[in-house]
C-alpha cells in the first residue's frame, strides 16, 4: 500500500477545502471547492462492481471537506472512490500544458500494447489508431478481448500497457507494480488521477493522460457529467498526455 501512502502525503500538503457540491454520475464525478478548484473524477465501469450507494457513506461523503474526501482512496466502495478521485483531482489537478493525445500514437512501433479494463470508448479511440491491442475486461466480449484473470499470464509479453483509475480502485496496481519497470511503455489515464510526477515516475508510470481542467470549464462539465456523459468524451475537457519517463527501456 505504500503507492496510496505516496498519493495521500503528496495530495494532503495542498490546502484543504470546503466542498460546494459532489456530483457522481452514471460515468464519472466532479467536486466544486468553495475556493474555485474543481475536479473530476473516475466512476467505476458498469460491469466491474453493482454500484449501489450507501446511506452511511452519503452522510459521510456530506460532512467531510476535500481531504478527508481524498483520503477514501483507499474504499473499494464506488461510491467512496469515485469522491475521492474527485478530491484527488482538485486537490493536484494537472497544469495548463502537456501534449496532444496524437503524441501517443506512434511511441508503441508496432508492439503489443495491453488494456486492462478500459472504458469502452477508449477501445474505439485507439482502435482507429490500428495499435496492436490486447485487452482484458470482463464486462466486454469481442474480438481480442479476454477475461482479467488471464491477463497474469500475458502482460509480459505487452511492450506496453494501459491502465486507468479502476486499478487503483481494485487495487490491480498493486500486483502490476512489478511489472511496469520492465516495460517499454506505462500509460495511466485519468479521470481521477492526481498530477503527482514524481510519485507515478517512481511506481513505473511513463505517460500521463489526464483532463485539463480550466476555470470557466466548470459549469459545462458539471452540466455534461450529471446528465450521465463521460468524461472522455466531454467538449469541455481538454485531454493531455503527459510523459515523466524515457520510453526507452534501456533507459530506465
Same mark, same amino acid.
Given at each position: 500500500?505504500?503507492?496510496?501512502?505516496?498519493?495521500?502525503?503528496?495530495?494532503?500538503?495542498?490546502?484543504?477545502?470546503?466542498?460546494?457540491?459532489?456530483?457522481?454520475?452514471?460515468?464519472?464525478?466532479?467536486?466544486?471547492?468553495?475556493?474555485?478548484?474543481?475536479?473530476?473524477?473516475?466512476?467505476?465501469?458498469?460491469?466491474?462492481?453493482?454500484?449501489?450507494?450507501?446511506?452511511?457513506?452519503?452522510?459521510?461523503?456530506?460532512?467531510?471537506?476535500?481531504?478527508?474526501?481524498?483520503?477514501?482512496?483507499?474504499?473499494?466502495?464506488?461510491?467512496?472512490?469515485?469522491?475521492?478521485?474527485?478530491?484527488?483531482?482538485?486537490?493536484?489537478?494537472?497544469?495548463?500544458?502537456?501534449?496532444?493525445?496524437?503524441?501517443?500514437?506512434?511511441?508503441?512501433?508496432?508492439?503489443?500494447?495491453?488494456?486492462?479494463?478500459?472504458?469502452?470508448?477508449?477501445?474505439?479511440?485507439?482502435?482507429?489508431?490500428?495499435?496492436?491491442? /490486447?485487452? =482484458?475486461?470482463? @464486462?466486454?466480449?469481442?474480438?481480442? *478481448? !479476454? $477475461?482479467?484473470?488471464?491477463?497474469?499470464?500475458?502482460? &509480459?509479453?505487452?511492450?506496453?500497457?494501459?491502465?486507468?483509475?479502476?486499478?487503483?480502485?481494485?487495487?490491480?496496481?498493486?500486483?502490476?507494480?512489478?511489472?511496469?519497470?520492465?516495460?517499454?511503455?506505462?500509460?495511466?489515464?485519468?479521470?481521477?488521477?492526481?498530477?503527482?510526477? /514524481?510519485? =507515478?515516475?517512481? @511506481?513505473?508510470?511513463?505517460?500521463? *493522460? !489526464? $483532463?485539463?481542467?480550466?476555470?470557466?470549464?466548470?459549469? &459545462?462539465?458539471?452540466?455534461?457529467?450529471?446528465?450521465?456523459?463521460?468524461?472522455?468524451?466531454?467538449?469541455?475537457?481538454?485531454?493531455?498526455?503527459?510523459?515523466?519517463?524515457?520510453?526507452?527501456?534501456?533507459?530506465?
Amino acid at each position: 500500500m505504500r503507492l496510496y501512502e505516496s498519493i495521500l502525503d503528496e495530495v494532503l500538503t495542498s490546502p484543504d477545502g470546503e466542498p460546494d457540491y459532489l456530483i457522481i454520475g452514471w460515468k464519472g464525478s466532479i467536486l466544486s471547492l468553495s475556493d474555485g478548484r474543481w475536479g473530476v473524477g473516475a466512476v467505476s465501469p458498469a460491469g466491474n462492481e453493482p454500484f449501489s450507494p450507501r446511506e452511511e457513506h452519503t452522510r459521510n461523503l456530506l460532512s467531510i471537506g476535500a481531504h478527508g474526501l481524498a483520503r477514501l482512496l483507499v474504499s473499494p466502495y464506488p461510491q467512496e472512490f469515485s469522491a475521492a478521485s474527485a478530491s484527488l483531482a482538485a486537490l493536484a489537478p494537472a497544469p495548463d500544458g502537456g501534449e496532444p493525445l496524437e503524441s501517443l500514437l506512434s511511441l508503441p512501433g508496432g508492439e503489443k500494447i495491453s488494456l486492462l479494463a478500459p472504458d469502452p470508448w477508449l477501445v474505439d479511440f485507439l482502435r482507429d489508431w490500428n495499435w496492436n491491442l /490486447s485487452i =482484458f475486461d470482463d @464486462a466486454r466480449r469481442g474480438l481480442r *478481448v !479476454l $477475461p482479467e484473470w488471464t491477463s497474469s499470464q500475458h502482460l &509480459r509479453s505487452s511492450g506496453w500497457l494501459w491502465i486507468t483509475a479502476e486499478t487503483l480502485r481494485n487495487r490491480k496496481i498493486l500486483s502490476l507494480l512489478p511489472l511496469l519497470k520492465g516495460k517499454h511503455g506505462v500509460i495511466l489515464q485519468g479521470p481521477g488521477i492526481p498530477f503527482l510526477p /514524481s510519485v =507515478f515516475r517512481e @511506481a513505473g508510470i511513463t505517460h500521463l *493522460v !489526464l $483532463p485539463v481542467a480550466e476555470e470557466r470549464a466548470e459549469a &459545462r462539465t458539471r452540466r455534461y457529467i450529471s446528465a450521465g456523459g463521460t468524461p472522455w468524451s466531454c467538449p469541455s475537457l481538454l485531454w493531455r498526455v503527459f510523459p515523466l519517463l524515457y520510453t526507452d527501456a534501456k533507459k530506465r
